[in-house]
């Protein structure tokens, strides 16, 4: 998930740029446009000179013809692209800089309300989350297995006189520790708020969509559990 942060502000680090391109782009084209127009004018002004000097050298003769013709034509597109300019001008002046675009406005992250039991999760994917930032073993399957026993005879199974073990495939000790300390304070909130649930229902708890501060699930640290054959475990 971390990555996928990094990917993000990346992405949105791009399309600034592309904007901040994109703007300075169109200023470029709208100035090139406009040098154009004035160039157009230069010669619809000479059309309309040689039209006239036709009209007293030789009169109304095909040639004139020709030439008002396309007098018509260049006067018409001129106003047609002066119109279109304006246009975009007053577009542009009206939407701002394309450069102020703000991103993150359009990131929103879901703001979700967890309930009291997926705040109990919640609170246990963070802490095992903090603990992986020194022993990065903690994602090893072995670990994950052994973590996911504990959860399982622990609370969802409750298993009678079970005891949580002092170690759980970690290296350091303080690891082992920690961690232990994390389950078991999982485990004693839980128990009490699914006093009346069932096992399946217990497992849907622990496998709820319930996401660590930086987007991480339990699925991450305990794997995943089908609920259909979870049975099996017992």
Not at 9 to 19: F, G, P, R, Y
Not at 21 to 42: C, P, Y
Not at 92 to 106: K, L, N, V
Not at 165 to 188: C, M, Q, W
Request: net charge negative.
């Amino acid at each position: 998930m971390k990555s996928n942060d990094n990917d993000m502000s990346k992405t949105i680090s791009e399309a600034e740029d592309l904007m901040a391109n994109l703007d300075e782009l169109m200023h470029s084209r709208m100035n090139d446009a406009e040098q154009k127009l004035k160039k157009g004018i230069v010669q619809g002004v000479i059309w309309v000179l040689v039209t006239v000097a036709i009209y007293f050298i030789w009169g109304t003769t095909w040639f004139f013809w020709v030439s008002l013709g396309l007098n018509i034509i260049t006067i018409g597109g001129i106003v047609f692209a002066k119109v279109m300019i304006a246009k975009a001008k007053k577009k542009m002046s009206e939407s701002g800089d394309t450069t102020d675009y703000d991103f993150d406005a359009d990131v929103v992250e879901d703001e979700v309300e967890y309930d009291e039991k997926q705040k109990v999760l919640e609170k246990l994917l963070n802490e095992l989350e903090e603990i992986g930032e020194e022993h990065g073993e903690i994602y090893d399957t072995d670990c994950r297995e052994q973590m996911s026993e504990a959860v399982f005879n622990g609370f969802i199974f409750e298993k009678e006189g079970y005891v949580l073990p002092d170690t759980f495939g970690l290296y350091e000790k303080d690891g082992n520790s920690a961690v232990k300390e994390v389950l078991s304070r999982y485990i004693e909130k839980m128990l009490p708020l699914a006093k009346e649930s069932s096992a399946k229902e217990r497992l849907e708890m622990f496998q709820d969509e319930v996401y660590s501060e930086s987007g991480e699930s339990a699925d991450e640290f305990f794997g995943w559990v089908d609920v259909d054959n979870f049975e099996n475990l017992r």
